[in-house]
């Protein structure tokens, strides 16, 4: 069986089939397709596919013409697991057919841009991959909350996404107005941000500046946000690449399960996942800085060169910057720190403290004792 064979390009004596023309559609770029020549040999037969949605440990993957499921091989898992990294919705691989018309996914191409989050054990959890922006999904509804927006945006911009401000339910937000102001004073004034109504077909061509084709979005937002919702909006549900994972949870309600690959009339590939509501961003200090650059271009003023913004004199950040970024600002700058230890290092900072602990309450003994 053999679903994608076009035309044969030859890399270094690596014959993997794939028709660029046909790929484009589902994201391919020139420069992607450019590092099959740094591949190891492929097998026989081998294609050039797109992720298109990851269940445990079968996935699917999509030629440009029809989605295959496939597995990937446990060399490829254990060479991803070694790296702290694996395979997500929007990697292009080399997928090899088997007997039984199985497919095996043999390479990864190293993707351009990586999301992942950490877990709570400080594992990190591919979320997305080959992402040019990402849709920063949030009702105008009790579920805005400005915090966890800064907390998307460090997310993302931590991989070299474009975050982009939707806020959907305009239609029947409250304050859809004071809010959307209070979005503008608060986020970087470089951060594009929408008020939309998800199930109105407008909301097309007021989102039309991130739908240019060949262009990945993905749609990151809380259980409930609209982010499906968009999604068929944006791609007319006759034009899904893949069905909907969705499951109902007894009561009716249905929410996405996997994440999965839509394609759109404007020749956008959007990736659709399911809530994040509690996530750590995978972010260093330095991007973290980057994406609250106006607080770190202020503390340049600060009298202190370690000014925390607290209670220091001569500090040019309290007052000017909202308290309430601020405070949030040092929790992810605290959670990214953190997460950024390694289990051993993590032990070692517990044993510490657990000393220091020990030594504070025996001092406080002592004291109580005189
Ligand atoms: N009136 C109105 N309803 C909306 C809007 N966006 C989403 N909804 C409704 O809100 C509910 C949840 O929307 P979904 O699109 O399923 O939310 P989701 O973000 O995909 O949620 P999960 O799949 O659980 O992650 C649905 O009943 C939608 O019809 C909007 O802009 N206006
Ligand atoms: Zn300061």
Redesign the pocket.
Known sequence: MRGCAQQDLEYNDIMIEFDFETLRQIGLTQQLASQLAFLPPAAPGSCLMRITEVQRDLLQVHDGVAEHTARALPALVNLLQEQGTGLAVGDWVVVAPHAHGEWWIAQQLPPFTHLARRANDGRRQPLASNIDTALL?M??DHDYNLRRMERYLALVQASGVMGVVVL??????DAVEARMAEVHQRLPRNIPAYA?????PD?VADLAPWLAPGQTLV?L????????????TLSGSASQLTGDV?RGDGRG????TARSLHLCPSGVCII????LRTWRPDADEESLAATFEDIEALAAHCHFRDCQHEDEPGCAVRGVVQDDRLLNYHKLLREVRRSQQTPLERKAMQAKWKVIGKAGKARSNEKRRF
Request: proline share 3%.
């Open positions: 999904v009702g105008l959907t339910k305009a239609d029947i937000g939309v109504d998800a199930l109105a909301t749609l937002g809380s259980s409930g946000a609209g982010k499906s919702t968009l999604t068929n969705r309600r249905h929410t996405t659709d996942t399911p809530g």
